[in-house]
C-alpha cells in the first residue's frame, strides 16, 4: 500500500502521477491511487514471458503522455522499465525491496546484467544496499536508501478492536498475537503457526490472526488445521484496510527468514503494538532490541515464544514498547521524510524540470 499512501502527500503540482501494472489480479491498490489523482492502466498478462512482451506498449504509453521519468519497483517490471527507458530515452530509477540472493537465479542474472541501464538504484534498507553492492561491486550508477514509510497520522490507534472481535468470535478479554504478510515461504508463517501453538501451551485463552493471502495460503489452512487450531489462529484474507487488524493485537509477530523493509511492521509499530520479530533484513535497523521491540536471530525463531509470553504476562512492559514503537515511527520512518526524499531524488534526476 505505500504506491497510495506516498501519493497522498506527493506534491501533484509539480509532478503528474501515471501507474502501469502487468498482473491483472493484483488490483486492491487501483481504486486508492485513482482517488488520489492517480491514472493507472493494466497491460494485462499472465506471467513473465507476457510481460516482457508489453515493452512496445509501454514505450506508445510513455511517449503518449510525454513520461518523463520512471520509477518502478519488482524485478521483472523493473526490467521492462529498463528497456523501455532506453528505448524512449526517458531516466530510470528503480527500488529493489529485497537481497539480490533471495531472487531466482535468472531473475537475479538478468536484473544484475540490466542495472547500468538505471540512472539511480534506491534500496530501502542498508541491509538492502549492501546485497546491492556485493553482487554488482563494480556497479557505476549511484545506490540511494530511502527507507520506506508510513503514514503516522493514518496509522493512529484509535480504536480497541471490538469490532474485529466480535466478527471473528475472539473474547473481549483474551491476548491477540497477529501478524500481516504476504502467503509466501520467506515469511515462515508455518514456523509462525507452530510458534502460536506453543504459545498457547503457557496462554490457553490466546487468539492468533494471519491477515494476508498468497499462493501458500491452502498449505497453511492445511498446517492451522492439523495442529489443532482451526478456531484459534483466524485467516480473515486479504484486506485494503487493516488498521482495525492492528488495533486489535496486543502483539505484532514476525518469524521471517529474509525482509527488505517491511511497511508492514510500521505500520503496526504506528498503531502501538509491541513487536516481536526475527532480525532478518532490514528489520534490525528498525527494531532496537529491548527498546523498540524484540528481535531473535533468523535461526533461532523458538524465542518468539519467550518473548511472547514475557509481553502478554506484563501488561505495562507491552504498553511501554507499544509507546516507543511508535515513537521510533515518527522520529525516523515517517512517510512524509520517504516522500520528501523520493521527490529531491526525482527534481535532482530531471534537473528541477518536473511537470
Known amino acids: 500500500m505505500l504506491l497510495p499512501e506516498t501519493l497522498k502527500l506527493h506534491d501533484k503540482r509539480q509532478f503528474d502521477f501515471h501507474y502501469l501494472f502487468f498482473l491483472p489480479w493484483k488490483d486492491q491498490m487501483v481504486d486508492s491511487i485513482q482517488q488520489n489523482g492517480g491514472k493507472v492502466t493494466c497491460f494485462k498478462s499472465n506471467n513473465n ?3 516482457m512482451m508489453k515493452v512496445v506498449k509501454v514505450v506508445r504509453y510513455v511517449r503518449k503522455h510525454k513520461i518523463q521519468l520512471i520509477h518502478a519497483h519488482l524485478p521483472w517490471a523493473g526490467i ?4 523501455v527507458g532506453k528505448l524512449c530515452g526517458v531516466p530510470v530509477i528503480y527500488s529493489e525491496h529485497n537481497k539480490l540472493e533471495r531472487y531466482h537465479r535468472i531473475t537475479r542474472l538478468v536484473n544484475l546484467l540490466t542495472l547500468e541501464f538505471l540512472t539511480t538504484l534506491v534500496a530501502v534498507s542498508n541491509d538492502v544496499a549492501e546485497s546491492i553492492h556485493k553482487h ?3 556497479l557505476k550508477i549511484p545506490v540511494r536508501v530511502i527507507f520506506n514509510g508510513v503514514n503516522t497520522q493514518h496509522f493512529n490507534k484509535v480504536s480497541t478492536g471490538k469490532e474485529i472481535r466480535e466478527k471473528l468470535g475472539i473474547p473481549f478479554d483474551a491476548p491477540v498475537i497477529g501478524t500481516i504478510a504476504v502467503f509466501r515461504p520467506q515469511k515462515r508463517l508455518d514456523v509462525w503457526m507452530e510458534l502460536a501453538e506453543k504459545i498457547l501451551r503457557q496462554f490457553n485463552n490466546a487468539h492468533f490472526i494471519i491477515v494476508g493471502d498468497g499462493p ?3 498449505d497453511l489452512i492445511a498446517k492451522r488445521d492439523a495442529l489443532g487450531l482451526t478456531n484459534r489462529i483466524h485467516m480473515p484474507g486479504l484486506q485494503t484496510e487493516v488498521r482495525p487488524y492492528l488495533s486489535t493485537f496486543d502483539v505484532f509477530m514476525m518469524s521471517s527468514v529474509f525482509e527488505g523493509l517491511p511497511v508492514a511492521l510500521l505500520e503496526a509499530m504506528a498503531m502501538q503494538c509491541a513487536v516481536i520479530a526475527t532480525d532478518a533484513g532490514g528489520i534490525k535497523e528498525v527494531i532496537r532490541h529491548e527498546l523498540d521491540g524484540m528481535l531473535c536471530s533468523v535461526e533461532d525463531p523458538e524465542q518468539l515464544v519467550g518473548y511472547a509470553c514475557t509481553i502478554l ?6 504498553s511501554k514498547c507499544g509507546d516507543q ?6 522520529e525516523s520512518f515517517s512517510i512524509k521524510s520517504m516522500v520528501n526524499a523520493l521527490e529531491n ?3 535532482g534526476v530531471l534537473g528541477h524540470n518536473a511537470v
Open 80 to 83: 521492462i522499465a529498463r528497456v
Open 136 to 138: 554488482k561491486p563494480h
Open 325 to 330: 514503537a511508535r515513537k521510533r515511527v515518527i
Open 216 to 218: 501458500l495460503r491452502m
Open 49 to 51: 514471458i507476457q510481460l
Open 345 to 347: 531524488l526525482y527534481k
Open 313 to 318: 504476562q506484563n501488561p505495562e512492559q507491552r
